[in-house]
């Protein structure tokens, strides 16, 4: 099993409506996580952190945490073509080793 | 101003050659890391350092090696370069344990 699985897609979504992404993590010990995005040929940029149990709202991103169930999410609302890129989960069990998945390729329909 | 910096962007070089990466950031940031993104977009971990002390050293083969001069620098020296070692090599920095990456623009390594 891999430590932190993500559904590689493409998610297709038509532009304004809801996507949501989703993240699966191995270790229970996890404490920290994290969600990227990297546009093609670009480095990944930090957009939202989240730590304890819930949801986190920034914009139009909430990412959600459910330590029992071992799954982080995020959902962008009213979703844009320039959100088109593909989006990196990455956890950390309070060291400095992040472990990254592979990524969800996101593509917002016009 | 660039908060992470890496020199050169794009590396193209022949099998067996010796090449440099470096890495620059005036975040400062305590913490600076190598990471390797292969063809299929899976960022993997190599090196970090604190304060210029390694803390992780992941199980890269010995032909690459990291340097530290100084908590803003973080090079990766590669030894004896092979096909295997095409990849985007990504260095990042980050304030303290647990704290979000600010990634630089990544080192696109071709050997041929």
């Known amino acids: 099993q891999k430590e932190v699985e993500q559904n590689s897609g493409p998610l297709s979504v038509p532009e304004g409506a809801i996507a949501s992404l989703n993240c699966t993590y191995s270790?229970?010990?996890?404490?920290?996580f994290f969600w990227y995005r990297q546009y093609s040929g670009k480095s990944p940029e930090l957009i939202m952190s989240?730590?304890?149990?819930g949801d986190k709202e920034d914009g139009r991103f909430t990412a959600q945490l459910n330590k029992a169930s071992q799954y982080v999410s995020l959902l962008i609302r009213d979703s844009q073509p320039s959100d088109s890129a593909t989006y990196l989960c990455?956890?950390?069990?309070?060291?400095?080793?992040?472990?990254f998945g592979t990524g969800t390729r996101l593509k917002v329909l016009a | 101003d660039t908060a992470v910096s890496q020199t050169p962007k794009y590396l193209v070089t022949q099998m067996g050659n010796d090449k440099s990466i470096k890495c620059e950031q005036n975040?400062?940031?305590?913490?600076m890391y190598w990471y390797k993104q292969d063809s299929k977009k899976f960022l993997k971990i190599m090196f970090s350092?604190?304060?210029?002390?390694?803390?992780i050293n992941e199980t890269v083969p010995n032909r690459f090696s990291p340097k530290s001069p100084d908590k803003a620098h973080l090079n990766l020296h590669i030894n004896s370069l092979e096909l295997g070692d095409s990849a985007v090599y990504f260095c990042?920095?980050?304030?303290?344990?647990?704290?979000?990456?600010?990634f630089g623009s990544g080192t696109r390594l071709t050997v041929v």
């Open positions: 990455a956890v950390t069990p309070g060291t400095y080793k992040y472990i």
């Open positions: 990042a920095s980050s304030p303290s344990m647990g704290a979000g990456y600010t």
């Open positions: 989240i730590y304890s149990n």
């Open positions: 350092y604190n304060n210029k002390e390694l803390i």
């Open positions: 270790d229970r010990g996890s404490q920290s």
């Open positions: 975040l400062g940031h305590d913490t």
